[in-house]
């Protein structure tokens, strides 16, 4: 089982920008479906942002144009700009070595194998 942690979260104010960093630490994240989760209090995990081994990238519809997913080294980030208090919330790192032909299946909970141990985003107003 992989070992994912996410970099520490903070209090970002409105408008404003930060990158959180995943580090996995036993399996090369090349050969993983990595993902970006979010959960705020009181709501389900959804899905932010994923990227398959191949390249291919989905964005929620409400961080197109603001979140940006990459990839260096064995090391996934997330860039959110344009911070939006609605962002709050805890952001986890997850990774999956399943294929899906359907992008879609990737924005299930259940597609991911491994997790990080989450990492508070507030973003004041």
């Known amino acids: 089982q992989e070992q994912l942690r996410e970099s520490w979260g903070r209090v970002v104010q409105a408008r404003g920008s930060l990158s959180l960093s995943c580090t996995a630490s036993?399996?090369?994240?090349?050969?993983?479906?990595m993902g970006w989760v979010r959960q705020d209090p009181g709501k389900e995990r959804e899905v932010v942002v994923v990227?398959?081994?191949?390249?291919t990238t989905y964005y929620s519809e409400a961080m197109k144009g603001r979140f940006t997913i990459s990839r260096a080294q064995n090391t996934l980030y997330l860039q959110m700009n344009s911070l939006k208090p609605e962002d709050s919330a805890v952001y986890y790192c997850?990774?999956?070595?399943?294929?899906?032909?359907?992008?879609?299946?990737?924005?299930?909970?259940?597609?991911?194998?491994?997790w990080g141990q989450g990492t508070q985003v507030t973003v004041s107003s």
């Open positions: 990227q398959t081994t191949g390249g």
């Open positions: 997850a990774a999956t070595l399943r294929y899906y032909s359907d992008m879609s299946d990737y924005t299930r909970m259940g597609a991911y194998d491994d």
């Open positions: 036993r399996r090369e994240i090349r050969h993983s479906c």
